[in-house]
């Protein structure tokens, strides 16, 4: 308590918001957190106490003592180095925290709806306190809402599980079961801060998007119903590519284990537990794909920690669209999705210097590497790529665009389609179509970087949705934070009434999605309106008629 009253009388003397909100008493004890013109913040309380690695994390324990929520808490472990105002200052393995912003002096009566984000970063970096993540512009901008962002574990750390998925030391899925925690926190303690448990929205961007189908299809398989939330918003979620099956991720805990020189060993769970955190970083990072477990999901080749399906610790069944259309007369919650328009170029420029070419023989290669040989015409032909080895044309945006139609928008245009035949009349899609002028800011210096200027990048959403020019490095132009604005408002409205439309947001109006037009909004600066049918002929055509299978 007393090094955080000395943080605090630091925060006053540099001049940094120092006003202190009233305690409130939580299920774990008194918390207090700071008021600043925009909001009251409450930065980094314990949702749950830091179990053994690898093991479900534990419910918190009571405390007599005060805890001042005025500062973020340390990430998940990790080596984050890409993204600037995305990564935590630093790490640690005991991370299970969450910050909450509200509206200034809110009570604790208010019954405000809640919306919950889970960060992206692909399972590997990323955290809850980020700059970027700051809600407080969001909140103050946008009265009536309370934003909650979580902490979980990423990795190894996350997704490691012993070869007996009974074992409770290491059952898998415990970057899931981290965020199911925050969410159980949530219904139990966000009524102390002014929130409703029974008004609440989960949102995530790309990874963090994945998590939200995931639990949707978790609590539907249990419950069949959605227990934790009641509405839905995915930010370029890669919904084509598939969950790890149980002998995909055999093979790469195999790999991790023997890496860490703990395979074969009489106990693997506990020699793996004896490594420091920073070997079990380390090796977390150097698992490549094997050829037998590739050839049964390519594209999962860039993503070696990701959830697995049936593991009882948190069960899934079905990948991402199959679970959707299965399920789509039953899922009645209203949804939000969308895309950035050149969703595949920073993943492809991450695998594939900009500076090398990629020619004809090459960008053949990658199509048949990552989705079978077998279609390597078909796919060609649709997207012109010559067969001919002496053709000199550069396929770098032809690849990406490829992987953007695959994992991103044809998936989104099939569930859209799914579920608005179904029945389900609130279903909100969206294109978004604007770089940002600070975009070195944003995506940095990295080798991969200088396409995203002049590309809408995967995250290029981001800073327009949160708004955090008050704590981040990242600044608009005028146009910019109107634009900004715009976004906010509907993003929290559709929180407070599963509905992105209000007087108060900027026109047009966003149409639901329609089976007849395929409907989605154009969100950019100067023309936000509508696009018909995007990439949907013969693009999303074809990508149905051959499955979300790879």
């Given at each position: 308590m007393?090094?955080?009253?000395?943080?605090?009388?630091?925060?006053?003397?540099?001049?940094?918001?120092?006003?202190?909100?009233?305690?409130?008493?939580?299920?774990?004890?008194?918390?207090?957190?700071?008021?600043n013109?925009?909001?009251?913040?409450?930065?980094?309380?314990?949702?749950?106490?830091?179990?053994?690695?690898?093991?479900?994390?534990?419910?918190?324990?009571?405390?007599?003592?005060?805890?001042y929520?005025?500062?973020?808490?340390?990430?998940?472990?990790?080596?984050?180095?890409s993204?600037?105002?995305?990564?935590?200052?630093?790490s640690?393995?005991?991370?299970?925290?969450?910050?909450?912003?509200?509206?200034?002096?809110?009570?604790?009566?208010?019954?405000?709806?809640?919306?919950?984000?889970?960060?992206?970063?692909?399972?590997?970096?990323?955290?809850?306190?980020?700059?970027?993540?700051?809600?407080?512009?969001?909140?103050?901008?946008?009265?009536?809402?309370?934003?909650?962002t979580?902490?979980?574990?990423?990795?190894?750390?996350?997704f490691?599980?012993?070869d007996?998925?009974?074992?409770?030391?290491?059952?898998?899925?415990?970057?899931?079961?981290?965020?199911?925690?925050?969410?159980?926190?949530?219904?139990?303690?966000?009524?102390?801060?002014?929130?409703?448990?029974?008004?609440?929205?989960?949102?995530?961007q790309?990874?963090?998007?994945?998590?939200?189908?995931?639990?949707?299809?978790?609590?539907?398989?249990?419950?069949?119903?959605?227990?934790?939330?009641?509405?839905v918003?995915?930010?370029?979620?890669?919904?084509?590519i598939?969950?790890?099956?149980?002998?995909?991720?055999?093979a790469?805990?195999?790999?991790?284990a023997?890496?860490?020189?703990?395979?074969?060993?009489?106990?693997?769970?506990?020699c793996?537990?004896?490594?420091?955190?920073?070997?079990?970083?380390k090796?977390?990072?150097?698992?490549?794909?094997?050829?037998?477990?590739?050839?049964?999901?390519?594209?999962?080749?860039?993503?070696?920690?990701?959830?697995?399906?049936?593991?009882?610790?948190?069960?899934?069944?079905?990948?991402?669209?199959?679970?959707?259309?299965?399920?789509?007369?039953?899922?009645?919650?209203?949804?939000?999705?969308?895309?950035?328009?050149?969703?595949?170029?920073?993943?492809?420029?991450?695998?594939?210097?900009?500076?090398?070419?990629?020619?004809?023989?090459?960008?053949?290669?990658?199509?048949?590497?990552?989705?079978?040989?077998?279609?390597?015409?078909?796919?060609?032909?649709?997207?012109?790529?010559?067969?001919?080895?002496?053709?000199?044309?550069?396929?770098?945006?032809?690849?990406?665009?490829?992987?953007?139609?695959?994992?991103?928008?044809?998936?989104?245009?099939?569930?859209?389609?799914?579920l608005?035949?179904?029945?389900?009349?609130?279903?909100?899609?969206?294109?978004?179509?604007?770089?940002?002028?600070?975009?070195?800011?944003?995506?940095?210096?990295?080798?991969?970087?200088?396409?995203?200027?002049?590309?809408?990048?995967?995250?290029?959403?981001?800073?327009?949705?949160?708004?955090?020019?008050?704590?981040?490095?990242?600044?608009?132009?005028d146009?910019?934070?109107?634009?900004?604005?715009?976004?906010?408002?509907?993003?929290?409205?559709?929180?407070?009434?599963?509905?992105?439309?209000?007087?108060?947001?900027?026109?047009?109006?966003?149409?639901?999605?329609?089976?007849?037009?395929?409907?989605?909004?154009?969100?950019?600066?100067?023309?936000?309106?509508?696009?018909?049918?995007?990439?949907?002929?013969?693009?999303?055509?074809?990508?149905?008629?051959?499955?979300?299978?790879?």
């Amino acid at each position: 308590m007393i090094k955080q009253v000395l943080l605090l009388g630091f925060i006053c003397i540099i001049g940094i918001k120092c006003e202190l909100t009233e305690p409130i008493q939580i299920s774990q004890g008194q918390v207090q957190g700071l008021r600043n013109s925009y909001a009251d913040e409450f930065l980094g309380i314990k949702y749950g106490e830091c179990p053994k690695r690898f093991a479900p994390v534990k419910d918190v324990q009571p405390s007599n003592q005060t805890f001042y929520a005025i500062t973020p808490a340390p990430g998940c472990m990790q080596n984050c180095t890409s993204y600037p105002s995305a990564c935590p200052a630093n790490s640690t393995e005991c991370c299970f925290t969450l910050n909450i912003y509200r509206p200034p002096q809110t009570p604790n009566n208010a019954n405000l709806p809640v919306m919950v984000h889970f960060n992206g970063g692909s399972y590997t970096v990323g955290a809850a306190g980020v700059p970027l993540l700051n809600a407080s512009r969001l909140v103050g901008l946008n009265q009536g809402v309370i934003v909650i962002t979580c902490n979980y574990r990423l990795q190894a750390f996350g997704f490691y599980f012993s070869d007996n998925i009974t074992d409770s030391r290491a059952p898998g899925n415990v970057a899931l079961l981290d965020q199911q925690k925050c969410l159980e926190w949530i219904q139990k303690n966000v009524i102390y801060f002014g929130g409703d448990p029974s008004n609440v929205t989960i949102w995530g961007q790309s990874a963090g998007a994945s998590s939200v189908g995931f639990h949707m299809q978790q609590q539907f398989l249990k419950y069949n119903e959605f227990k934790l939330f009641h509405r839905v918003i995915f930010q370029s979620w890669p919904a084509g590519i598939q969950p790890r099956s149980l002998k995909q991720s055999k093979a790469y805990n195999r790999q991790f284990a023997e890496l860490c020189g703990c395979y074969p060993s009489i106990d693997v769970i506990e020699c793996l537990r004896n490594k420091s955190a920073a070997d079990i970083l380390k090796y977390s990072s150097l698992i490549k794909y094997d050829i037998p477990t590739y050839l049964n999901k390519p594209l999962t080749v860039g993503l070696p920690w990701d959830a697995t399906l049936n593991l009882p610790s948190f069960y899934l069944q079905y990948g991402n669209v199959d679970f959707i259309n299965r399920y789509a007369c039953q899922i009645n919650i209203p949804v939000i999705w969308g895309i950035d328009k050149d969703e595949g170029t920073l993943f492809i420029d991450e695998a594939v210097n900009k500076s090398v070419p990629l020619y004809s023989p090459v960008a053949i290669g990658i199509i048949g590497f990552l989705w079978y040989p077998t279609n390597v015409k078909k796919i060609s032909k649709l997207y012109n790529i010559s067969l001919l080895s002496n053709v000199t044309e550069d396929y770098h945006d032809t690849i990406a665009q490829i992987l953007a139609d695959y994992a991103f928008t044809c998936p989104m245009r099939n569930m859209s389609r799914a579920l608005t035949l179904a029945g389900n009349t609130n279903i909100y899609s969206y294109v978004f179509d604007y770089i940002i002028q600070a975009v070195q800011l944003l995506y940095g210096t990295s080798h991969w970087a200088p396409d995203c200027y002049t590309h809408v990048c995967h995250k290029s959403e981001m800073p327009f949705v949160f708004n955090p020019s008050n704590v981040s490095t990242i600044q608009f132009t005028d146009e910019e934070e109107i634009f900004a604005q715009s976004i906010g408002c509907r993003w929290t409205n559709f929180g407070k009434t599963g509905n992105p439309n209000s007087l108060l947001c900027t026109s047009p109006t966003w149409n639901t999605f329609s089976i007849n037009t395929n409907t989605s909004l154009n969100l950019t600066l100067d023309t936000t309106g509508y696009v018909n049918n995007y990439r949907g002929s013969p693009f999303c055509d074809f990508w149905d008629s051959l499955g979300y299978i790879f």
